[in-house]
């Protein structure tokens, strides 16, 4: 268990869930008396927000340890990441919990998973440090695209479509699935 303790430690686990329920909590007090339930923006900024805090720790301290350690990576990355999105989606679901309903627990678990999928691939392709830019970058896009109406337009905005739009699913699967494979093999980027 010791190993666990001190990969925690080196990946800043504990302050990014800190910072994932104080995230999930501002935005859920910014929701607060909004009049309608389940606003899909909100949802998706407490998720972005969630995911950009984990993905702080998907890099170590020390690249060349990282490197030329004697496990295999691979599948601890994969879990890491898995963690990371389900650890973003929960936090917004105990945030829920006070009253205020952000999202059905298909919209979360589908933002999440696509989210911390797109964190990944930004740590690949980009670096740990800069992991958190594709997930703020889709979302900002997201935000102010029109209304979807069109495949490509509502592929664009999956992340504020309904959780039974096939389209929104489909792609939040897409990119964890990309995300988390190069993550996995690659690791973060020098």
């Not at 301290?61 to 890491?80: E, G, K, M, S």
């Not at 691939?121 to 997201?142: D, V």
């Not at 935000?143 to 939040?172: E, K, Y």
Request: aromatic share 6%.
């Amino acid at each position: 268990m010791r190993w666990l303790t001190l990969y925690a430690r080196s990946r800043q686990v504990p302050a990014a869930l800190a910072a994932m329920l104080v995230c999930a909590v501002a935005v859920w007090a910014l929701g607060r008396g909004g009049g309608g339930t389940g606003d899909p923006q909100l949802a998706a900024l407490a998720l972005a927000a969630g995911v950009s805090a984990a993905s702080a720790g998907l890099g170590g301290q020390d690249r060349a340890l990282d490197r030329t350690a004697a496990i295999r990576w691979a599948p601890r990355r994969a879990a890491h990441v898995l963690l990371a999105g389900a650890a973003a989606g929960a936090a917004l679901l105990l945030a829920q919990t006070m009253g205020e309903d952000l999202g059905t627990t298909a919209f979360v678990v589908r933002d999440g998973a696509g989210l911390m999928g797109l964190a990944a691939l930004g740590a690949a392709l980009c670096g740990a440090p800069y992991a958190w830019t594709p997930p703020l970058a889709w979302l900002s896009c997201a935000l102010f695209a029109p209304p979807p109406d069109n495949a490509p337009a509502r592929i664009a905005t999956w992340m504020l479509l309904p959780p039974d739009s096939p389209q929104g699913t489909w792609t939040a699967l897409a990119l964890l699935l990309l995300g988390t494979g190069t993550y996995a093999l690659a690791g973060p980027r020098r």
